[in-house]
């Protein structure tokens, strides 16, 4: 397989994406598929922060440690960095393509989620709320979207 990089993409970069980062580079380094894997935001209001806790908290839960992660925005120069740019939903795809962003795809066309938003857990109420199923549904995408791109049919 040749080297591929990857973008995750949600609106802050403090939930959703870094969970995807993690779980991809987690996979990434297991099966040594040669990846290059980052996250970001389409806003900068958490630029240089750290995940939220209860993102950390779930990937802890699973191996993974996501604690060292920091938020950033995504920049024009990611649209020649990147071959794929995952969004975590339909309103941060658009986002990316008024940006100049094309073959953006959602996180939630793989594993047979038909196209669904990978919910924020940033408003969920508390850690049981959500956060939970959010991290299996990602875990689930990104498998299926690594195991795509390793056999070239993405």
Request: hydrophobic share 40%; charged share 30%; aromatic share 10%.
């Amino acid at each position: 397989m040749s080297k591929k990089n990857i973008l995750f993409v949600c609106l802050g970069n403090i939930c959703r994406s870094p969970l995807a980062e993690g779980v991809a580079k987690t996979i990434n380094q297991k099966q040594d598929l040669g990846l290059i894997i980052d996250s970001a935001g389409t806003s900068a209001w958490h630029e240089g922060e750290i995940p939220c806790e209860d993102s950390i908290r779930i990937a802890k839960m699973h191996g993974i440690d996501i604690s060292k992660f920091r938020a950033r925005q995504v920049q024009m120069k990611d649209r020649t960095i990147f071959d794929y740019v995952i969004a975590m939903d339909k309103s941060n795809k658009e986002n990316l393509e008024k940006m100049g962003f094309t073959d953006v795809y959602l996180l939630g066309e793989f594993a047979n989620y038909d196209c669904k938003d990978v919910p924020d857990p940033y408003f969920f109420e508390t850690f049981d709320d959500g956060i939970k199923s959010v991290y299996i549904m990602i875990e689930q995408c990104v498998k299926d979207l690594l195991k795509r791109i390793n056999n070239g049919s993405v």
